[in-house]
Structure formats: C-alpha cells, structure tokens
C-alpha cells in the first residue's frame, strides 16, 4: 500500500509499504478514505525529529472503512464508516473508566514515562504506524473505532478523530465562566475550532494568529481578531479590549513552535544536529520549548482565569513566571485530547442537517496521497493559504 513514510528533518515521502495485517484479537484494520495533516505533525515533521526512525508512518486523524476485525472486537464490523481517535485507548483501565483516555494505562509508553500510546507519533508515544496510507492496523479496535453515519461527505466527521474533541476539551478546560470571554492564541485548525465552539457555547471570543487568512477565517465565524504582527505587546491590546483585566479565560494552541523566539529556535535547530541519544537526553532534560505564546497567554488571562493549554510543549525544564502565575492566581489545565470523552457531545452538531460548528469551512486543500509531502510543505510553511490540508488515499 502508499504510505506517507518519514525519513528524516522536513523529508516526508509517499512510499510502497506492506499491507498492516491483524495481529490481536483486539485489532481491525480500516480501508482510509479521508486522513489528514495535524498541526503536531508538524513537530515530527521537524523539532521532534531525534524520536523518530526512518521508515515510520505517519498519521493520527484518520477515517474510513472497516476491512476487517479481530475476534474480540464486536461493536463494528467490516462494512462500516469509522473515525479513528488519534489516542489508543483500551476503554476498560482505571484512567480509562475516569474519561482519561489519553493516559490508558494499557497502552502507556511507560519507557519513555509518557501517556496513552498514539497513532503514527514518534517512539515517544510507542511507535504506532499511522494513518496517512491506504490502510490502518487499528490497535484496541475493541474500543476505539468511532461509528459514523453513511451519507454525509467525510469532511463531516474526520476532525472527531483529533481537532475537534481536542478544540472541546480546551473550551472545556478553559472554565470560561457564563457569558465570560476568552483569548485564543493560535488559528490553525485547533484553534479555529476552539474559538467556534466558544462561541458557540456563548462566550466572547478573542483569536489572536499572525497568518491573514488564518484571522480571516476566524472572523468569518464571529471572532473578534488580533494580528500579533501590529501589536508590540498583544497582552496589553487585549487588556485594552476588556476593561484592563484582561479575559476570563485563555487558550493556547500554538504550542511549542511558536514565532518569535530566536534562542529557543536556534537550539531547535541545534538539536536537529546533534546525534539522536545526545538530542534526546538534551529534550528531556533541558527546555527547549519556544515559549513565547505560553508567556503571552499567561500575561492575558484576567487575575484568577483560567488558563487552557491545548497546544502541545515538550522541554523537560522550561522556565516559567511563577511570581507572576502565584501572584495572579491562575488555574491551569492542559494534555492531550481525550478524544472519546467528548464524542457524545459533538456527534450531534456535526450529524445534523445544519453546521453549527462551520466544519465545511476548515479545509483548504484536499489531495491525493502521493501529493502527502507537498501538503506537508504547504502546511508547515503556510504558503498557498493552507490550513488544513485532507489527503484522500
Ligand atoms: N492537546 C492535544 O491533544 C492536541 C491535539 C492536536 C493538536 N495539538 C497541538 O495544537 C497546536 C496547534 O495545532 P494546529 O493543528 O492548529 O497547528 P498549526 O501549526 O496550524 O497552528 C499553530 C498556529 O499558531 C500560530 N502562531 C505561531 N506563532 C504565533 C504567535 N507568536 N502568536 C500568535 N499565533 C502564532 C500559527 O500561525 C498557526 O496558525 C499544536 O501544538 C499541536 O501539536 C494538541
Ligand atoms: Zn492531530
Ligand atoms: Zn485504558
């Protein structure tokens, strides 16, 4: 089958790779019809790059349909249209029976003390091959598999597999309290789908992105925008629009790859050229996350916020304004998207007839898998107005 293989720093390329098989009774494999390009690619596209080996597929927000199940999965059966949660998840443990899926202590990558297994990322999260091929081995397939009605077209369901139970959680770790506001840092497909269903859910929303079409976007759906570019001090802006205390709440997703932080990038890059287990033991012991927009955030939510981390960080050891997180009292949450938590409650608003949540405006490209790497570029790069980019094997 194609497979969107990675091979080294900014090399992704389509390749002919064996056909995944059923190895437990807990597996299925699924025939994907619609996968798409993450912002946390992204970090293995580049930055993450020491965990990484060439030959591994990528790909965590995959749908399509059921080839083919193990005999211990029965709640679908071949024939029928899934989304695949980017975390791996056994739906049976003690984080798993609390709605902690993305910490399943069956799939744990307890090597490496880090959380719930992931699709196609990096041996950090177990070294799963994912889901930008033509075909998926699906683990914990007992459990995972999110049916969808047959009908509608695949852009109506693909973001439940990541953007959109990621977007929830972050609304819902952001406490923003009845008819508050919030700040979003960061308009990529996660933030763009934060700052909807924040709307949606009431609030006043501030979206904050320095890409234009990334603002424009956002102000189709009723955002109020701010271009970090104009504004030496966007905390202070944003303080301006809110009777100076700033906003209720905040939500970062941007992530560790922030602009503008020279020293953090040039030892980004440095990393990238030192041997693997040098590279790895610097990651994991030394901070090395651009933290620029986590500075920002933690600068814009009002004294006593909350402040909703959502974008992915990765250094061991970052310094962080404690002074300043004590003193105003902030509340922090933040992790990976438990993604079957909240599944009930987005089905609805993505089945209906309606589109609430405006999921038919997030995609800008859609393309074939051989054109995976050139969709990668784009996306990374920002060029040709990406933000979103849909492969359909
Ligand atoms: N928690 C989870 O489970 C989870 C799931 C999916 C993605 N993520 C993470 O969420 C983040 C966003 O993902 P995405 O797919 O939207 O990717 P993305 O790369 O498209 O989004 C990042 C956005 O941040 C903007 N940005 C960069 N620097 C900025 C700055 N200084 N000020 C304002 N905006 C700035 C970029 O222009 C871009 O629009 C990534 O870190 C990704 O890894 C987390
Ligand atoms: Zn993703
Ligand atoms: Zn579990």
Same mark, same amino acid.
């Given at each position: ?84 949660? &980017? ?55 007992? &459990? ?12 109506? &369901? ?11 959680? +972050? ?81 970062? +997703? ?71 997180? &004590? ?67």
């Amino acid at each position: 089958m194609k497979a969107l293989v990675w091979h080294d720093r900014r090399d992704v390329r389509c390749d002919d790779v064996p056909d995944p098989t059923l190895r437990e009774p807990t597996d299925a494999i699924v025939r994907i019809t619609t996968t798409a390009i993450c912002g946390s690619d992204l970090h293995l596209y580049e930055v993450l790059e020491p965990f990484m080996e060439p030959g591994d597929v990528l790909g965590h927000e995959p749908m399509g349909i059921v080839e083919e199940v193990g005999p211990e999965v029965s709640h679908v059966s071949p024939g029928d249209r899934v989304v695949v949660p &980017f975390n791996i998840a056994c739906g049976r443990c003690f984080m798993c029976d609390r709605g902690l899926y993305s910490q399943c202590e069956t799939t744990q990558v307890r090597e490496h003390g880090c959380g719930a297994a992931l699709l196609g990322y990096s041996k950090l999260y177990g070294q799963v091959p994912g889901g930008q091929a033509e075909y998926l081995r699906v683990p914990q397939a007992q &459990f995972g598999p999110i049916k969808v009605p047959k009908g509608p077209p695949d852009e109506r &369901f693909i973001y439940l597999a990541d953007v959109l139970p990621t977007a929830w959680q +972050a609304v819902e770790y952001a406490s923003i309290p009845e008819g508050g506001s919030v700040t979003v840092y960061g308009l990529g497909p996660i933030g763009q789908m934060s700052a909807r269903i924040a709307r949606h859910r009431g609030a006043r929303v501030i979206g904050v992105d320095i890409v234009p079409e990334r603002l424009e976007m956002a102000g189709r759906h009723g955002i109020e925008t701010v271009d970090a570019n104009e504004h030496d001090d966007v905390p202070a802006m944003i303080r301006e629009l809110t009777d100076g205390r700033g906003t209720d709440s905040v939500i970062d +997703a941007v992530g560790m790859e922030a602009h503008g932080a020279p020293a953090v990038k040039a030892m980004q890059t440095l990393t990238g050229m030192l041997p693997d287990s040098v590279a790895q033991t610097l990651f994991q012991k030394a901070g090395v996350d651009r933290l620029t927009v986590l500075l920002q955030a933690i600068d814009t939510v009002r004294r006593g916020g909350t402040l909703s981390i959502t974008g992915v960080y990765g250094g061991a050891m970052d310094p962080l304004p404690m002074l300043k997180l &004590f003193d105003k009292q902030i509340q922090i949450r933040m992790g990976q998207a438990n993604v079957k938590r909240w599944i009930d409650d987005l089905m609805p608003l993505v089945s209906g007839e309606s589109d609430p949540l405006g999921v038919g405006d997030l995609a800008t490209h859609h393309l074939p898998i051989e054109q995976g790497p050139h969709g990668y570029e784009i996306f990374q790069m920002k060029q040709d107005g990406a933000i979103k980019v849909l492969l359909h094997p």
